[in-house]
């Protein structure tokens, strides 16, 4: 049985095993259950049976309103702010030497797969490099290249909105009225 | 440290703990070795104490009532809480940056390892340069791209000495102690940011605020931080000074912060002169001094001691002061008068003629912007303060040779009321 009192987030993980999964070896007992009718007719326990009552929403409403999102604010002595200044510097640092390398990494992968392109467009149907120019002009050459940058089917599955990326505003120039084919 | 040292240190905090209240503070090199008898010695030790009454009371470790009392009488009080001094007293007294918190020193490394870094860029840029300078300006291709270059290249290298040493505590710290060595490119920059921060923004809005910005000069980027004072009074920018205040002459502190020595001119100019006669306002120039040295270390300009008095003596053409001071003042009744005084860069050697500007300028209806195309000076500070009519004001016209215009008050015009006529009053149906 549970009590709808207790908010979600409050209620215990633990919960009393319930009859069906119970030994079948054990005496048959009644399952616990909160008194529900109490000693006494005093005030207070009239009292405390209201406040069970409570609305779970309105007990989390509260608790988030009494308890903001922004942090209490760091007071620290002079040296124990300059330590936290000096880690958080270092922090920084780490951080920018990071993306530093991965911006680097992602530059190298990139010039890796454009030379690899350009030595398949310069290709010809031996698999040897042919001279930039006029010698690459033959069916043969440069096959595999434009294979691998056909573009046939990539919308496929993907609504033709997703074309541009969606942005706040319209692009300046909307519709390129000059294109032909 | 050893596991030996470890293992006593406990044991020399326990001692510490149980150490004599009374004696504690006064440095007695063998009072520790007695601590169990007490025989003789307490006595010799009254008698010491009596003798140099107290004297070397740290008022920073002093961490008993009695030692405090005793303080007190001698005219010291005790800095900071009691827990704090006897945490000081205690607390062995290791240097900032070698605190045994293991995140910072982590951080420290993480941070001198960048810092090594930057330095090794800066020898590399610094080689660069060199190289480049020594290559025949012919071989780039165009002139002026090698400049080009290498003005880049110096940015550049300033911008690495800035961020060698920005992330460094002893530098923030140092500065902030106001310890910095304006020499260092690092507390140049530092200072350079705090004065745009605050400073700068309240002495722009004061200045475009009061209009002097297009009313004295079309535009203006101040560089540099400029301190008003006339003798120990502070003027903030823009404020009211009285008029006994502002007729000594004042003192300015600039702090340039780009390195090296230059001359400026500091010309003071009151932008609210009433003309009568034209209904208009003109300009009157209160003040010039050329040729003065500054330095991001050398920031005070005296301008009252400018040129010494023997000098004048001698009859020898002043060398700094080409219009002396001469006492901001403003008749009764005219609106405020804005002084704005403006330190001005002159040009790299160039060196301003005093003696022939004395002879050239007037006072009234000086021209800002005509006398600074001539002598051709750039604006590096600003600050203003303002005047008006007040309970001085007619003492220091008098003593300023001005008798004729204290009786002089303006007065609004008094602008008549049309008579009142009855409106026809069919058109309010």
């Known amino acids: 049985m549970r009590c709808p009192a207790i908010p979600f987030s409050f209620r215990p993980t633990f919960r009393p095993l319930s009859p069906r999964s119970r030994p079948t070896t054990c005496l048959h007992r009644k399952p616990f259950s909160p008194i529900t009718a109490p000693f006494t007719s005093s005030a207070r326990l009239l009292r405390k049976d209201k406040g069970e009552k409570k609305d779970h929403r309105i007990t989390s409403i509260r608790y988030h309103l009494t308890h903001g999102l922004t942090p209490r604010p760091l007071r620290f002595s002079r040296l124990r702010a300059l330590r936290h200044w000096t880690i958080h510097r270092a922090w920084l640092t780490f951080r920018a030497k990071q993306r530093a390398a991965a911006e680097l990494e992602l530059q190298r992968q990139y010039e890796s797969m454009r030379s690899a392109c350009e030595m398949l467009r310069l290709m010809d149907e031996n698999g040897m490099a042919v001279e930039d120019g006029m010698a690459a002009q033959g069916k043969d050459v440069g096959r595999l290249y434009r294979i691998a940058m056909e573009k046939k089917g990539i919308w496929d599955s993907v609504p033709i909105e997703y074309a541009r990326i969606q942005m706040d505003y319209p692009a300046k120039e909307a519709w390129n009225h000059g294109w032909t084919r | ?429």
């Open chain 2, 1 to 429: 440290m050893t596991a030996g040292k470890q293992a006593v240190r406990p044991l020399n905090t326990c001692l510490r703990c149980i150490r004599q209240p009374a004696s504690s503070n006064v440095s007695l090199p063998a009072a520790p070795s007695r601590f169990f008898s007490s025989s003789t010695r307490n006595s010799e030790e009254a008698q010491l104490q009596k003798s140099d009454q107290f004297s070397d009371l740290d008022p920073r470790l002093v961490d008993n009532k009695r030692d405090e009392k005793r303080l007190i009488k001698t005219g010291v009080l005790p800095i900071g809480s009691r827990r704090r001094r006897a945490a000081l007293r205690t607390a062995p007294d290791i240097p900032f940056e070698q605190l045994p918190y293991q995140c910072f020193q982590e951080a420290r490394k993480v941070l001198q390892e960048d810092r090594q870094e930057k330095i090794r860029q800066i020898e590399v840029i610094r080689k660069r340069i060199a190289n480049l300078e020594s290559q025949d300006a012919a071989v780039g291709g165009e002139t002026g791209v090698k400049e080009g270059r290498l003005r880049s290249m110096r940015n550049h290298l300033e911008e690495l000495k800035i961020f060698a040493d920005v992330n460094d505590p002893i530098v923030k710290k140092r500065f902030e102690d106001g310890e910095g060595d304006m020499n260092k490119p690092i507390y140049r920059y530092l200072a350079d940011r705090k004065w745009r921060q605050h400073k700068r923004m309240v002495l722009m809005q004061r200045v475009t605020q009061m209009n002097l910005v297009p009313d004295v000069l079309p535009k203006i980027d101040p560089v540099a931080d400029v301190d008003l004072a006339f003798g120990r009074r502070n003027v903030q920018p823009g404020e009211i000074v009285d008029s006994r205040v502002s007729e000594m002459v004042p003192r300015l502190r600039v702090q340039v912060f780009d390195k090296g020595e230059r001359l400026v001119t500091v010309v003071v100019v009151d932008a609210d002169v009433p003309v009568p006669e034209k209904d208009m306002f003109t300009y009157r120039c209160h003040f010039i001094a050329s040729n003065i040295p500054l330095s991001p270390t050398n920031t005070s300009v005296a301008l009252s001691r400018l040129d010494p008095k023997v000098d004048v003596s001698k009859e020898a053409p002043p060398k700094h002061i080409a219009l002396p001071w001469s006492p901001p003042w403003a008749n009764k009744g005219a609106p405020y008068h804005r002084l704005a005084v403006f330190v001005l860069q002159q040009a790299e050697g160039e060196i301003v003629d005093t003696a022939k500007v004395a002879k050239n300028t007037k006072r009234d209806g000086f021209i800002l912007r005509s006398f600074m195309d001539k002598h051709n000076l750039k604006t590096v500070g600003i600050t203003m303060f303002r005047t008006q009519w007040d309970e001085g004001m007619a003492g220091v016209m008098e003593r300023a040779g001005l008798g004729d215009q204290v009786n002089v008050v303006f007065k609004r015009k008094r602008v008549e009321k049309l008579p009142y006529k009855k409106k026809d009053p069919s058109r309010y149906h």
